[in-house]
């Protein structure tokens, strides 16, 4: 049960700490020694789904609490630094290792010919997106790319390259995953994941013995040279 006292509420025998700002919410949940500052879980909400004591309704224990922000308050669970808590990755699986060498190669002369294309002629595109799109379209190309592979044990099938896909981990100064312009999914990856993960793009995170290792294909973000007066 949730009993509140200011910008704190009581859920069985924690303190549960809420602070609120501008932008977000995040809502604190107190180690067994209750004292402020001290927490077992951090969970940040967006300003539109901050919350009161009183929206809480009865929970059996914390972990009920948590997958209660987290799937209806659009809640992010971070840890007490307030660094995103990311799942750890989906490996490349040894049955991929073959399929990887061609693919990274396939992805480097695709990302040469961009460059290329782009010295000869710089006015092609106006904005990057464009850019995105000619390198998606040329690794599309590839017959070993353009495939419809199952999404873990699911009947749903989903392709392997995929635009605004999430980082693997936030950079040192973010405070969440931003996106890669482009990224190229191995089939085995896909295949250990659940459709569940998909759509929020933590579809190679499932399991935590992976070795983290992510194939991807992102656009140069060397300078575009001046154009021609």
């Known amino acids: 049960m949730a009993t509140t006292g200011g910008q704190s509420f009581w859920l069985n025998d924690r303190r549960v700490i809420v602070r609120t700002g501008t932008k977000s919410q995040t809502v604190n949940v107190c180690t067994r ?3 402020p500052g001290e927490y077992e ?5 967006p300003i539109l789904s901050a ?17 209660w922000l987290v799937e ?6 971070e840890r007490p630094s307030g660094q995103p808590v990311v799942p750890a990755a989906v490996g490349i699986s040894a049955v991929d290792e073959a399929w990887l060498r061609v693919a990274v190669e396939k992805v480097e002369q695709a990302v040469d010919l961009l460059v290329d294309d782009f010295a000869e002629h710089p006015y092609r595109h106006r ?3 464009s850019l995105h799109l000619q390198l998606y379209r040329a690794l599309a ?5 353009d495939v419809l592979a199952p999404v873990g044990t699911s009947s749903l099938r989903a392709g392997l390259i995929h635009k605004e896909w999430p980082e693997t981990l936030p950079g040192r100064d973010a ?5 890669f312009d482009l990224a190229v999914l191995a089939p085995s990856q896909l295949a250990r994941a659940s459709i569940d993960q998909f759509p929020a793009g933590t579809d190679p995170r499932a399991d935590r013995g992976g070795s983290g290792r992510r194939l991807r294909a992102c656009t140069p973000r060397a300078r575009p040279r001046e154009a021609p007066q």
């Open 175 to 179: 405070d969440r995953r931003g996106l």
């Open 33 to 35: 020694q209750n004292a």
């Open 41 to 45: 879980a951090v969970y940040r909400l």
């Open 51 to 67: 919350i009161a004591a009183s929206d809480v309704p009865e929970m059996a224990d914390l972990h009920a609490f948590g997958t």
């Open 72 to 77: 209806t308050r659009n809640a992010l669970e």
């Open 127 to 129: 904005v990057e997106h």
């Open 141 to 145: 190309d590839h017959r070993q790319f």
